[in-house]
């Protein structure tokens, strides 16, 4: 982390260096610094959660995204597939500024958006964007990041089977959301709609400014364990149906 901040210094080269995301707590010291100088380095973070698997729990990230959504003038992008992550390297490129880039270990789909009626991956440089709408004013709000977008999409399809409309926010990066104006926020959370889940393999902290007091999380409590990566992300409920399951659980509490 030092020397990627000395290569940056230098004015000269876009460095990026990457490791395991829950082995940054070794070099938080040094992106510390490149945020307070404003230095252009790039983190690629990757085994970014459970999904990791038979590592174990010490190589499982749970705190870390909430950890370093704190740090000022950090920019955290956790793209859903592949068309994010290009896009959303594009967009840490056109920025002056250093920004981790947090990747999955295990394999995802790569969304077919025009045949599935998916908005474009160019809007991860908004930091949050509709990824898939309903007709008219939405009953929930099903927000996510990295890979567990997914499960709000087959979220969507299910409650819609159920007469629920709900809309897909997929959010790689709140820093980049927050920049933009309160017209284009409340394009994509509006207000008046206050049934809303959200769903990432972390702890739910970050995501209470956006759920609001009726909103629920489905997030992390707990440190990981060994076991499969599919096995572990049903253990601990990010699953579709648990993403259909509270978004009923919010609805009825409106």
């Known amino acids: 982390g030092g020397i990627l901040n000395g290569i940056a210094a ?17 070099m938080r010291g040094a992106v510390r610094l490149a945020a307070l100088m404003n230095l252009p380095v790039t983190y690629v973070w990757t085994h970014d959660s459970i999904g990791v698997g038979e590592d174990g729990p010490t190589h499982q990230p749970v705190e870390h995204l909430t950890a370093y959504r704190a740090i000022p ?40 958006r025009g045949e599935e009626g998916l908005a474009s991956a160019a809007n991860v440089a908004k930091g949050a964007y509709i990824l898939k709408d309903t007709e008219g004013t939405p009953d929930v709000l099903l927000m996510g990041s990295g890979s567990e977008v997914q499960l709000a999409v087959e979220a969507a399809k299910e409650l819609a089977k159920q007469g629920v409309a709900a809309r897909v926010i997929s959010v ?7 920049q933009q104006d309160d017209a284009y926020k409340e394009q994509v959370m509006p207000a008046a709609v206050t049934a809303r889940v959200s769903v990432e393999a972390g702890l739910p902290d970050p995501w209470y400014k956006y759920l609001g007091c009726k909103g629920k999380a489905v997030a992390m409590d707990s440190f990981g364990l060994p076991g499969a990566a599919g096995e572990l992300f049903e253990h601990f409920g990010f699953t579709a149906d648990a993403v259909v399951a509270k978004a009923k659980e919010v609805l009825s509490n409106k």
């Open 73 to 112: 003038n950090l920019s955290i992008v956790r793209p859903m597939d592949g068309p994010e992550t290009g896009y959303a390297w594009l967009e840490i490129l056109r920025r002056d500024a250093p920004a981790g880039l947090i990747l999955t270990r295990q394999g995802l789909p790569t969304l077919h």
């Open 172 to 178: 790689p990066c709140m820093e980049w959301f927050e």
């Open 10 to 26: 230098d004015e000269l080269t876009r460095p990026y260096g990457g490791t395991f995301f829950v082995f940054a707590d070794y």
